[in-house]
């Protein structure tokens, strides 16, 4: 075995991403494909439907949601074939051993289910739940603490009176980030693969977290000792487990002025997903220092744009007024901290809100927004001096 192979092999078997991302195949490896990265990666579900029962002859059927921009079929492919159950969906499997290997919807046609059985090594640890419990076996019983759910099938239903996402005119997800924040990268890293999944867009608004606090009036995570020890240990584990990684920046806290103004310069959608993807790597994965010209500058042009040019752009009085424009909007929309994703009108702060976000965007919000009416009128009866 080659080292390349070893090391593809050692790294899936401990659930991290292999260079060349996930495999999969089925039972006579006649169907095989591949997974791009962590960020194209879903939720798993196990799902109790009678479909999914008989389908699989088990109690349950396991499918990890997947992007399909970042799922391909590399080799085989001309062996599945399919069979379309009443609900719509339609299953994949091989002709010549019959492994069950994907599911798929009309409905959701930006997301494809893997059976994840089929992985050739693990996955990384992924947000688990129980769907359709209602039609569960009753010789078995879920006790792994996860969540369960009655019905509820996150790609073929939307719970009534809720709008459907993904659909022409959907509003992009407005992401607020400084590349201060390690949550910040963290989130920026996995959220496209959630906007993916509700059919939107991303518009990456580069906001002055130091500005948020000051509206505020609070310290930032790192000028408190024992908030930044935790919290290196947080961003690391979710790191680990997200597949995402997580390196020492060169310093902390760092001035991010040039790169978020850098990031503010007029330029199209695509171009400035590249110029933020560039630079959220040059400071938690390569520990670049952004407050070097020269460093930003050759970051941009390897984004596909003239780096020069835009670092002296950046230094524009109108450039340096629209960054401080949206910061100052942003306090205004309600946004205290980065990451912050705005979504039709409903704010989720932190790389960990990504999960309510998604279930918000799929119509599968817990609350409605009046759940939350009587906490406003709650009055204050004491304060710190």
Known sequence: MSDPERETRDTQAAGK???????????????????????????MEHCHCTDCRKAHAAAFATFVDVVRDGFTWSSGEERLRSHQVATGAVRRFCDRCGSLLAWEHARSPGSICITAATFDTNPPPLTGRHIFVRSRVPWFECRDGLPQYETNDPHTQSDPGRRAVGTPGARPIRFFFDYI????????????G??????????????????LLDASGRPGPAEVPAMWRWMVRNVLRKGALYGVPVNPPHSHPFNPL???????????????EEVVESLFRAVWV????????SEVARRVSAAGMDGDRAVRDAGERQVKDLLRRR?????????????????????????????????????????VP??????????????RR
Do not use: H
């Open 258 to 272: 040039l790169a978020l103004r850098v990031s503010s310069l007029p330029m199209s959608d695509a171009q400035r």
């Open 17 to 43: 991403e292999a260079p060349g991302g996930w495999t999969g195949s089925c039972l006579c490896g006649a169907v095989r494909y591949r997974i791009r990265g962590a960020e194209w990666l879903g939720a």
């Open 194 to 211: 959630f906007a993916a999944r509700a059919g939107r867009g991303v518009e990456p608004v580069p906001v002055l977290f130091a500005g």
């Open 370 to 383: 009046e759940d939350a009416s009587p906490w406003q009128r709650v009055p204050s009866s004491a304060r």
């Open 327 to 367: 910061t100052e909007e942003a306090v205004a929309a309600g946004v205290f901290g980065v990451p912050t994703m705005l979504v039709d009108g409903e704010l989720f702060w932190g790389n960990d809100d990504l999960e309510f976000m998604e279930r918000f965007l799929g119509g599968r919000d817990p609350i």
């Open 286 to 293: 390569d520990g670049v220092d952004l407050s070097d010209r």
């Open 181 to 192: 924040s390690p949550n910040a990268w963290l989130a920026w890293a996995r959220l496209r």
